[in-house]
């Protein structure tokens, strides 16, 4: 991906970040990669910060699923170690650099193992300036979290001493003199000299001749005394470049320079902010490298052989027709890629068909588009059709979906394609169903070579459809009434609006978002209930067919779902709860 992309998001609570002159070290972040940059030192080791309500996430440009290095296989984990080791070897002369050595430091706190991520050999770092808030402000303790959590990949984590983050420069320690070779020449000392002639017995001083002790007594404790002053002010100097100062309002220079930094501080926090915007514009959407723009579609592309094409098109409001054949040839002539380009670049999401002239999908995924830059396309089309969007759900004041909203947005192609075969709907879904996640997930499509010329702003041939198995593990209402569904059926970001669908190939819900769960090294997939669809569906006047009943299939993997009678017209979708407000969107 060549847009950063969410990692995991940390829970502040019980941990506390570090400060350098008075910032949290993750303000500085920008600051940190500029300078490693200019050093030659590996700046993408350090995930990119963004600071919310309570929570930190953390971002970067690599491929791949996130795991946490504890959680590795013994062959990959020794591979991510080696090269986290080249990595720490590369920063280790910058711990004494007198300009980035006092943030670096600081920045090489790590709450635990945890927050070291692979992806795809790659090793980003997060939760990095972090530490246990019990000892946050004791120097000993966190040189200690730090070789505890890093030592382990650098010899020079690991001797760091309990000083390592309190001083500003931590040269190692000079080599202590070595005794003369056994073999040195002794010098003899010269003889002593005569003893004078006899003289008759001056009288004694006090002290019995030392009265020259006591100034040296004196002297010697006034240079202790004034060791020990010298001592406690370097420690307190010590103490202080880790916490917070105080500006006098009469210190003119301290003033200027206050407001210097929090002038740095806002821009950066505004950068962060307008990145956050562009990342919520497409949560779980592909955005690959390539042009701002899609060529038109070839005229006609060869269509691959089925061995079960369906017979007729079929247009808004007619119940699907009867599909003999596999789920999975179901779902090939049933789910669709959306391609799509914009400001932010090529991206690509799914959806299915609910008419053979219209395409259900998330709104997150056309929501940043160029109207005139949507295309649907699948194998079993043969081709890319340009689609209209209708309608789609939006979040406060006409912008993005926002969390716990709903997320969807209805496609309108020219004419019905004789390749597709809708879906019927069914809110009969319960915990342990056995259910299929179709669509186009960036991690496997990637390779091929339609995606490759999608990157270079050409319409190719469409990639192979992918589908995983899993199971519904529990159904969730949010405060909205938005139900959701996590289940096990594997996706990732490409996979956002596709069907979730039972072992009859009716649609229960629409993936929609993955929740990273770090503390256990978990990916939550979540699709919206199609209850939550229904009453949508019927704002905008669109008859689905809705199926209630429990799914029966006469044979493991293929639709034995109970059809209308022939004459019987399309049910209309029934509401099942309060319609969310026209401005909703969605989880992410």
């Given at each position: 991906m060549a847009a950063p992309r969410l990692l995991l998001k940390t829970d502040l609570a019980g941990l506390q970040p570090l400060?350098?002159?008075?910032?949290?070290?993750?303000?500085?972040?920008?600051?940190?990669?500029?300078?490693?940059?200019?050093?030659?030192?590996?700046?993408?080791?350090?995930?990119?910060?963004?600071?919310?309500?309570?929570?930190?996430?953390?971002?970067?440009?690599?491929?791949?699923?996130p795991q946490p290095l504890p959680t590795l296989s013994s062959a990959r984990r020794a591979e991510a170690e080696a090269a986290l080791a080249r990595q720490l070897q590369a920063l280790e002369p910058l711990l004494d650099d007198a300009e980035i050595g006092p943030l670096l430091r600081r920045a090489l706190v790590l709450p635990n193992a945890d927050s070291i991520l692979v992806l795809d050999g790659q090793i980003i770092l997060t939760g990095w300036g972090l530490a246990p808030r019990e000892i946050a402000e004791d120097p000993a303790a966190l040189?200690?979290?730090?070789?505890?959590?890093?030592?382990?990949?650098?010899?020079?984590?690991?001797?760091?001493?309990?000083?390592?983050?309190?001083?500003?420069?931590?040269?190692?320690?000079?080599?202590?003199?070595?005794?003369?070779?056994?073999?040195?020449?002794?010098?003899?000392?010269?003889?002593?000299?005569?003893?004078?002639?006899?003289?008759?017995?001056?009288?004694?001083?006090?002290?019995?001749?030392?009265?020259?002790?006591?100034?040296?007594?004196?002297?010697?404790?006034?240079?202790?005394?004034?060791?020990?002053?010298?001592?406690?002010?370097?420690?307190?100097?010590?103490?202080l470049a880790g916490q917070q100062q105080t500006v006098s309002i009469v210190d003119d220079a301290a003033t200027r320079n206050a407001i210097r930094l929090q002038r740095e501080t806002n821009e950066a926090l505004e950068r962060d902010?307008?990145?956050?915007?562009?990342?919520?514009?497409?949560?779980?959407?592909?955005?690959?490298?390539?042009?701002?723009?899609?060529?038109?579609?070839?005229?006609?592309?060869?269509?691959r052989p089925e061995a079960?094409?369906?017979?007729?098109?079929?247009?808004?409001?007619?119940?699907?027709?009867?599909?003999?054949?596999?789920?999975?040839?179901?779902?090939?002539?049933?789910?669709?890629?959306?391609?799509?380009?914009?400001?932010?670049?090529?991206?690509?999401?799914?959806?299915?068909f609910i008419a053979g002239d219209l395409v259900l999908t998330n709104a997150h995924v056309v929501q940043q588009a160029d109207p005139n830059q949507i295309?649907?396309?699948?194998?079993?089309?043969?081709?890319?059709?340009?689609?209209?969007?209708?309608?789609?759900?939006?979040?406060?004041?006409?912008?993005?979906?926002?969390?716990?909203?709903?997320?969807?947005?209805?496609?309108?192609?020219?004419?019905?394609?004789?390749?597709?075969?809708?879906?019927?709907?069914?809110?009969t879904a319960d915990k342990l169903l056995d259910v299929v996640a179709a669509g186009y997930p960036a991690s496997v499509v990637q390779v091929e070579q339609?995606?490759?010329?999608?990157?270079?702003?050409?319409?190719?041939?469409?990639?192979?459809?992918?589908?995983?198995?899993?199971?519904?593990?529990?159904?969730?209402?949010?405060?909205?009434?938005?139900?959701?569904?996590?289940?096990?059926?594997?996706?990732?970001?490409?996979?956002?609006?596709?069907?979730?669908?039972?072992?009859?190939?009716?649609?229960?819900?629409?993936?929609?978002?993955?929740?990273?769960?770090?503390?256990?090294?978990?990916?939550?997939?979540y699709a919206q209930k199609t209850e939550s669809l229904l009453p949508w569906l019927q704002q905008q006047n669109i008859p689905v067919t809705v199926q209630t009943e429990a799914c029966q299939p006469v044979v493991p993997g293929l639709p034995a779902t109970p059809q209308p009678p022939a004459n019987a017209p399309a049910t209309p979708a029934a509401p099942a709860t309060p319609a969310p407000p026209a401005g909703a969107g969605a989880p992410r």
């Open positions: 400060l350098l002159r008075g910032q949290p070290v993750q303000a500085l972040h920008q600051r940190l990669t500029d300078q490693l940059t200019a050093r030659g030192a590996p700046a993408a080791l350090f995930a990119e910060p963004i600071t919310g309500a309570g929570a930190i996430s953390w971002y970067g440009e690599a491929a791949g699923e040189a200690a979290q730090l070789r505890r959590v890093l030592g382990p990949y650098s010899q020079r984590l690991a001797s760091a001493p309990d000083g390592f983050l309190s001083g500003t420069a931590m040269a190692a320690p000079a080599p202590a003199p070595t005794a003369a070779p056994p073999t040195a020449a002794v010098r003899t000392p010269p003889p002593p000299p005569p003893p004078p002639p006899a003289m008759a017995p001056a009288p004694r001083a006090p002290f019995g001749g030392a009265a020259w002790l006591l100034p040296l007594l004196a002297l010697v404790a006034l240079i202790f005394l004034a060791l020990g002053f010298w001592l406690a002010w370097a420690q307190m100097q010590s103490d902010l307008e990145r956050m915007r562009r990342l919520a514009a497409t949560p779980n959407v592909c955005t690959p490298e390539g042009p701002l723009g899609l060529n038109p579609p070839p005229e006609r592309q060869p269509v079960v094409p369906p017979a007729i098109p079929q247009r808004q409001g007619e119940a699907p027709r009867p599909f003999s054949g596999s789920l999975a040839q179901l779902l090939e002539h049933a789910t669709v890629m959306i391609a799509s380009a914009g400001p932010s670049g090529i991206g690509h999401g799914s959806g299915f295309f649907v396309m699948s194998r079993a089309m043969g081709r890319a059709v340009k689609a209209q969007l209708v309608s789609m759900t939006r979040g406060a004041g006409g912008g993005p979906v926002e969390p716990g909203m709903l997320d969807v947005a209805l496609l309108r192609l020219p004419e019905a394609v004789s390749g597709a075969q809708p879906l019927a709907l069914t809110p339609g995606m490759q010329e999608l990157q270079q702003g050409r319409l190719g041939t469409p990639p192979e459809l992918v589908l995983t198995r899993g199971s519904i593990s529990t159904i969730q209402r949010l405060e909205n009434g938005l139900v959701v569904m996590p289940h096990s059926a594997d996706i990732s970001p490409g996979n956002s609006g596709g069907p979730l669908v039972d072992t009859c190939g009716r649609v229960v819900g629409i993936n929609t978002f993955v929740s990273f769960a770090t503390q256990v090294a978990d990916r939550v997939k």
